[in-house]
């Protein structure tokens, strides 16, 4: 045999053995960055906690809005000046709509007379949109039946795949949704965002959505496993994961659209809604393509099981 054909031999056999062995490399890059990631949200969880909302710690929220844009920390100095107690002030809609949340048993609470006077004092032209009151007993009963409502979830979702597929598919899969919620929740807490029942009605979307992701590569996997009985699990898990990426991709980018519309159009009442669903999907993905599917491979999944059951099957249906 000739030096050119040995080489082409060689090339052929790179050609074959290559795409798989990057695709892995990066498969395990994404697991370690997604295990990094949750790591770092549970630090932040645990140092800076999360910046509840007045759904969840009761206070008083006032909107206004006003006719020309003013700066932020203008509009902040004025407030504080005739406000003595503290107040958290955010702006939306290029500094034109303004929203300002008080602690509950505040001494001065802010109402559309307080609105007028003030108005009158710093001559900006306001006009005052929305004042509630959230009392603290209801944010408290918020947090026990939000994270409840978490809590089934993730219950009910495990018994599901458990059934569906295997337990170590859903193990996998419960571990892809937990990095979900952490993640989501370490980005809030980290960057002091409010969180309130939009941002936690965000949050159990994005488990739908991670368990549907979660699902489809669970299901190729076990398909890929059942037919190739050449491949080791690494390259099983590998082929499962690269025939769905282009399907992943393509509807995490249009779903990211549509929430990026949400997030520049949406004002800032839906701002944080937004940025969760954000992060979500695209933390999402990661953990549906380097977690859920790597998670099996490392807790002992094997293509002996399906190819084991499918001949359990084929004996059982024989007359």
């Not at 969760?276 to 933390?283: C, D, S, Y």
Request: proline fraction near 2%; aromatic fraction near 10%.
């Amino acid at each position: 045999m000739s030096n050119t054909s040995i080489i082409s031999d060689k090339q052929k056999s790179t050609a074959d053995i290559t795409p798989l062995a990057l695709f892995s490399k990066y498969r395990l890059a994404g697991f370690y960055l997604a295990i990094s990631l949750i790591v770092l949200s549970i630090i932040g969880l645990g140092f800076k906690g999360l910046n509840l909302g007045l759904d969840f710690t009761g206070g008083y929220m006032t909107e206004f809005t006003t006719s020309l844009s003013i700066d932020k920390g203008q509009m902040q100095t004025q407030l504080a000046t005739h406000l003595s107690g503290d107040f958290e002030l955010n702006s939306g809609a290029a500094n034109t709509q303004w929203t300002i949340r008080q602690t509950d048993g505040t001494a001065h609470v802010i109402d559309k007379d307080w609105l007028n006077n003030f108005a009158t004092q710093s001559g900006y032209d306001i006009t005052p949109q929305d004042s509630v009151y959230i009392g603290s007993q209801v944010g408290s009963e918020l947090i026990d039946n939000g994270g409840l409502a978490l809590l089934v979830a993730a219950i009910a979702m495990m018994v599901y795949l458990t059934w569906r597929f295997e337990w170590r598919l859903a193990c996998g899969s419960l571990v892809a949704l937990v990095h979900d919620v952490l993640v989501v929740l370490g980005l809030f807490s980290w960057l002091g965002l409010p969180f309130d029942l939009t941002v936690l009605a965000a949050v159990l979307a994005i488990i739908g959505y991670s368990l549907n992701d979660s699902i489809v590569i669970g299901d190729k996997l076990r398909e890929v496993m059942r037919s190739k009985t050449n491949m080791n699990m690494s390259d099983i898990v590998d082929s499962a994961v690269k025939s769905t990426l282009t399907r992943s991709l393509i509807t995490s980018g249009t779903t990211l659209a549509t929430i990026g519309t949400i997030w520049i159009f949406g004002g800032q009442p839906l701002q944080a809604f937004a940025i969760a669903l954000f992060a979500g999907v695209v933390f999402g993905t990661l953990s549906s393509i380097a977690v859920s599917a790597t998670i099996p491979q490392l807790i002992g999944l094997n293509p002996e099981f399906y190819q084991h059951r499918a001949q359990e099957l084929l004996v059982n249906d024989e007359p």
